[in-house]
């Protein structure tokens, strides 16, 4: 099956720092999403990104297909981005990183 | 809209006890996904519907867990008996039918097996 590898895997951050978060795939998939789960549980969809680049506020993803990789930005982090963010992908089903468990301190 | 919602929001059982979870998905969603996450680990895939049929049921770890969707609307995920190592969160995710949407995850079930 596939293989998806996270990175890195604890990030600590000031309040308004930037950083980048990187998702790696053993194989070609054509169903990428990266998920935040927060201190709730709750599992929120960030995007849908097969390939290209979207934007939504603070946050932008990017997928090079071709290299089967993708990154989250996640610029002038707030304490409410804690938490931790996932990356799944595949075709029908998806298969999740172990996820990059972030604090964003005051 | 509304989003999936997934009941109970918590289970506390004891080992050898039955418990079913339940998975209302977004009206119009065929895609279904069962997913868990055991013991702070990775997020597993368990199995997937597309309207009442199991597309894929590669992931149920064993006979002790069943999974049925009614005429293509809600789903249950039974567990019978319960063991410890069930313990975890189960998600619920749902999608539009095509490959190029994303999933909608409910808020899961934390299950505690005692």
Redesign the interface.
Known sequence: GIQVEQSPPDLILQEGANSTLRCNFSDSV??L?W?HQNP??????L??IPSGTKQNGRLSATTVATERYSLLYISSSQTTDSGVY?C?GG?????????TKLQVIP | EAGVTQFPSHSVIEKGQTVTLRCDPISGHD?L?W?RRVMG?????LL?FVKESK??ES?MPNNRFLAERTGGTYSTLKVQPAELEDSG?Y?C?SSQQG???????G??T?LTVV
């Open positions: 054509n169903n999403q998920f709730w549980g709750q599992l929120i969809n995007f849908y996932f799944a075709y029908q089903k998806v298969t999740f990183g172990i996820g | 895609n996904y997913y680990k990775e997020i597993k895939f997937h597309q894929d992931g969160v998600f995710a490959l190029n949407y994303g999933y909608t995850f808020s899961g934390r």
